[in-house]
Antibody, heavy 119, light 108 residues
């Protein structure tokens, strides 16, 4: 069964940098694109962007372009979400998920990484 | 930017039918998908390509599409169906994905 395991909870200060990870297993990592989804406290799901691990082709939601960087290392079956300078408004749960491009939907999800940004 | 609109909440007695709508201008052109999210958990896909059900999803979940509105129907609602439900699709270009505003289903 496809599994995505995300890195653990993070507590950071405004201005700090951070990279969280999403490791895939039980499938060929280049089979699916990987997407990142934000869920702010008590709010809905927001698509942030996607990456194809095979060649690192990346697409961002206009709302998140320039705010985060998505990358992947296919040699270790891992995708990443990176912030260079965190803000308090980045406090949220972040999910990774595999994307079926032909349909445009997310079929397998990671467990989520909670991020708290506070001074 | 493109938006998918859902009712904030739906309440239904156990055994009855819950219907959740999702409206968006590009829905006649793009497939819709539905996810169930229980508190503290990751979303789970319950309907894909408007009306297809993934393996392992109970038959009481079904989807339909008509024009700019898609509908998730839960027939014979059970207590375990209490959750948030999100539709998801793409804009008319197919390059940007979007989630609906979400609907909280309460089983009375």
């Amino acid at each position: 069964e496809v599994e995505l395991v995300q890195s653990g909870a993070e507590v950071k200060k405004p201005g700090e940098s951070l990279k969280i990870s999403c490791k895939g297993s039980a499938y060929t990592f280049t089979t699916f694109w990987i997407g990142w989804v934000r869920q702010m406290p008590g709010k809905g799901l927001e698509w942030m962007g996607i990456i194809y691990p095979g060649d690192s082709d990346t697409r961002y939601s206009p709302s998140f372009q320039g705010q985060v960087t998505i990358s992947a290392d296919k040699s270790i079956n891992t995708a990443y979400l990176h912030w260079s300078s965190l803000k308090a408004s980045d406090t949220a749960m972040y999910f990774c998920a595999t994307l079926v491009v032909e349909g445009g939907y997310f079929n397998y999800w990671g467990q989520g990484t909670p991020l708290t940004v506070s001074s | 930017s493109y938006e998918l609109t859902q009712p904030p909440s739906v309440s239904v007695p156990p055994g009855q039918t819950a219907r959740i709508t999702c409206s968006g201008d590009a829905l006649p052109k793009q497939y819709a998908y539905w996810y169930q999210q229980k508190p503290g958990q990751a979303p789970v896909l319950v309907i894909y390509k408007d009306s297809e059900r993934p393996s392992g999803i109970p038959g009481r979940f079904s989807g339909s599409s008509s024009g700019t509105t898609v509908t998730l129907t839960i027939s014979g609602v059970q207590a375990e169906d209490e959750a948030d439900y999100y539709c998801q699709s793409a804009d008319s270009s197919g390059t940007n994905y979007v989630f609906g505003t979400g609907t909280k289903v309460t089983v009375l």
